[in-house]
């Protein structure tokens, strides 16, 4: 995005992650609608990656939070999100403000909100389709709008989940490593028969600590 000089207009995320990474950060709207950290009361912006860099310092950027920034910063942002524990519904993205109960009154949070949609409606706005299927997970893209690749690894594998406890844990997300490369082959095997590949504009692959 610094490279670019600008935030584009329309993006779309395919999202690999065992997590929806779209909780509210400690990030306020100023009054001229630019971003601020709430806890440092410094600017940040997305095209400035050292505000970035201090907001996770902060506090005010969680590994929970990563997405709620980028869909405040794009006008219309196709998230497709492969997981193993989809559910059946397509939404539509909302921008709202949440009171932060920690900082008190009167500053709010950007976050987010998903309302159920229909398929056809889908691209009409900011939208989020969770699914563990890649051939749904590429499905219904728009054409020639740019794609920014994220895997988090714990997509594969997630069985600490946070939780020193996981083995009593009711779901223990443990597949094979064979399980794990068929996965893995059939991303990257759909994007090729797609030709997505060229449009990917950046990739990041990140570790949890799962």
């Known amino acids: 995005f610094q490279k670019n000089g600008h935030m584009p207009r329309e993006l779309v995320l395919l999202h690999v992650d065992d997590h929806q990474d779209m909780m509210s950060p400690r990030i306020g709207e100023r009054l001229d609608q630019q971003h601020m950290d709430l806890i440092s009361g410094d600017h940040f912006s997305l095209l400035k990656p050292e505000t970035v860099e201090a907001a996770i ?26 997981t193993l524990r989809p559910t059946p ?22 976050s987010v909100q998903c309302e159920r949609t229909e398929r056809e409606s889908l691209l009409s706005s900011s939208n989020y389709v969770p699914t563990s299927k890649v051939d749904d997970w590429l499905g219904h893209l728009p054409d020639g709008v740019p794609i920014l690749l994220h895997v988090d690894m714990d997509f594969f594998n997630n069985r600490f989940d946070g939780s020193s406890s996981w083995q009593d844990a009711g779901r223990c997300h443990d597949i094979s490593l064979a399980e794990q490369q068929t996965i893995l082959r059939e991303i990257f095997a759909g994007q090729k028969a797609r030709g997505l590949e060229k449009r990917i504009m950046d990739d990041s692959i990140c570790l949890s600590p799962s």
Do not use: N
């Open 57 to 82: 310092l902060s506090g005010a950027v969680g590994k929970g939070s990563i997405l709620t920034p980028l869909i405040w910063e794009v006008d219309k942002l196709h998230l497709r999100h492969l």
């Open 89 to 110: 519904y397509v939404y539509a993205i909302k921008r709202a403000l949440q009171q932060d109960m920690v900082l008190g009154h009167p500053l709010q949070r950007i």
